[in-house]
């Protein structure tokens, strides 16, 4: 077992904000268990790359076994994994459907309830979800009613926990983009996707990276969702 005395968990961990999450961990001097579909171990020890798709409850098994079997322990659990897909509602197909709620919330429901048995038995722990701006002020410009449906879950059940666990050493929060620079958006669509935001640019991966770090080291937080959006919750 290794000697390093902090473990996260990531999800979604391969490319974006994901890989920056993982990097930032590293940085802390944490060991990483890094899940997604199609992630490959790299020259790193500590960041232990186990790959499959998060809704699947044996591929969640694996995550945090793998985290307790080489690491011992897991003190925090960033639910990053997640699908985005912006069309009008009634264009929403059934398979649209099952693979956002596969990855959205069947992957947090699976990983999260099996990370948290082992936070409560160290009565130590944090999870943090990734969800977005979306939920709290949609945008007529961006349709994203399963987004809505499954982010907006994620939301709500981060206040829920929060409190169920307060008293048990374990903090939920989440953090709740706006657009951000990642590979999914091709340049020719920055300046629209920037014109969403008050701020009038789009959102860096540092920016995610440097909110999930804040919630980290603030112990006197839990139940919050802290906004990184150029100002988007604020208004349009």
Partial sequence: MSKIEKVAVVTGAS???????????????????????DIEQGNDRDVIAVAGPIGDREVATRVVDTAIERFGRIDTLINNAGIFISKPFTDY???????????NLAGFFHVTQLALSHMLKQRHGHIVQI?????????????AGLASLTKGGLDA?????????????????????????????????????GNL??????????????AVLYLESAGFITGETLHVDGGQHAGR
Avoid: C
């Fill in 197 to 210: 935001h008050p701020m009038g640019h789009m959102g860096e991966i540092a920016d995610i990276v440097d």
């Fill in 93 to 103: 197909t059934a398979n649209d459907f099952r693979d956002v709620l596969e990855v």
């Fill in 15 to 37: 490319r974006g904000i994901g890989a920056g999450i993982v990097q930032a961990y590293r940085k802390l001097g944490y060991a990483v268990v890094a899940n997604s579909r």
């Fill in 131 to 143: 969800t977005t701006a979306l939920v709290g002020q949609p945008s007529s410009a961006v349709p």
């Fill in 157 to 193: 059940v981060t206040r829920g926990l929060a409190i169920e666990y307060a008293k048990q050493g374990v903090r939920v929060n989440a953090v709740a983009p706006g657009i951000i620079k990642t590979p999914m958006h091709k340049p020719e669509t920055h300046e629209f996707l």
